[in-house]
């Protein structure tokens, strides 16, 4: 029988090491809380299928984007997050909203709940919506199962990161390692016992620079973490096609200085297509069918 865990663990170490608390807490300066739609968002929900009134618990809440959502439908929203930055954006987005009740507080995957009054079957529907680059993705799972009394909700990687498009790095000859984050969670609750259920919600990105030097800066994190080892020379080798394919594919940006999908203004340049990235919505309930 396949270890999943010890596949995920192995896999973990051969990743660049993910964004601490400190590194969010500089990312979520670029979250300025506009009231833009949220495709991604409106997507969860919809498949999340939480009831009205339902309570809910969001694990690696950010900005709050669906605490904030889910408290305007009516329900009781437990959110935490381990970056102060990211939680005083939610603050903010829920002032902006005109929400207030939601339950916000500063935690971890790796703390111990408890301590926090986090308790079994505390809430109705437990989501974490890509927030689940862990180091002990069982343990997270159970966590998350624990707390919830009906169902939960994740999203995961169909590839190898968000960030990481696969279809660029083939076009400039980069091998990219993908491992399929969402499979391992899927082959981990099986074992459980329990009966995960796989979706896809498929967001598009809009990538605008004020520079090709920026473009080159943003895009280059693509070939350091493909997850294939380079040489020096294989890695300055792919940083000259790359410079290359993005001279052929960015174009004058038509809505520069308008706000982007974080509320950030959009640079001068863009790509001259919207990149797809694609997420693996897998939920399950955690009680037998029979319970319900």
């Not at 099986?190 to 800066?217: C, N, W």
Request: hydrophobic share 40%; charged share 30%.
């Amino acid at each position: 029988m396949i270890d999943f865990e010890k596949e995920w663990e192995l896999v973990q170490q051969t990743r660049p090491k993910p964004n601490d608390a400190q590194g969010w807490n500089k990312r979520s300066a670029r979250y300025d809380n506009k009231d833009m739609k949220n495709a991604y968002a409106e997507d969860f929900l919809k498949l999340a299928d939480i009831r009205p009134n339902e309570s809910v618990f969001d694990m690696g809440c950010g900005t709050g984007t669906l605490a904030v959502m889910l408290a305007e439908r009516g329900c009781d929203v437990h959110a935490a997050d381990f970056s102060d930055g990211m939680l005083a954006k939610l603050a903010e987005n829920a002032a902006v909203r005109g929400v207030d009740g939601i339950d916000a507080f500063k935690m971890s995957w790796e703390d111990d709940w408890s301590a926090f009054g986090i308790e079994d079957d505390m809430v109705d529907v437990a989501i974490a919506s890509r927030s689940m680059s862990v180091a002990r993705l069982d343990e997270a799972i159970d966590k998350l199962t624990h707390v919830a009394r009906r169902k939960c909700c994740i999203t995961m990687t169909t590839g190898t990161a968000p960030y990481v498009d696969s279809r660029i790095l083939s076009a400039i000859g980069v091998p990219a390692a993908s491992t399929k984050d969402y499979l391992y969670a899927f082959g981990i609750l099986a074992q459980k016992g329990l009966e995960p259920k796989v979706d896809y919600i498929y967001s598009t990105r809009k990538d605008t620079f004020d520079s090709h030097a920026d473009a080159m800066a943003d895009f280059t994190r693509m070939i350091d973490r493909c997850g294939t080892p380079l040489t020096d020379a294989e890695r300055a080798a792919a940083c000259e096609r790359l410079s290359a394919w993005l001279e052929q594919h960015i174009v004058e940006n038509p809505d520069a200085g308008k706000p982007d999908r974080k509320g950030v203004p959009e640079g001068l340049l863009c790509l001259d297509v919207l990149r797809t990235v694609s997420w693996a919505f897998i939920s399950w309930n955690t009680r037998p069918q029979s319970a319900y």
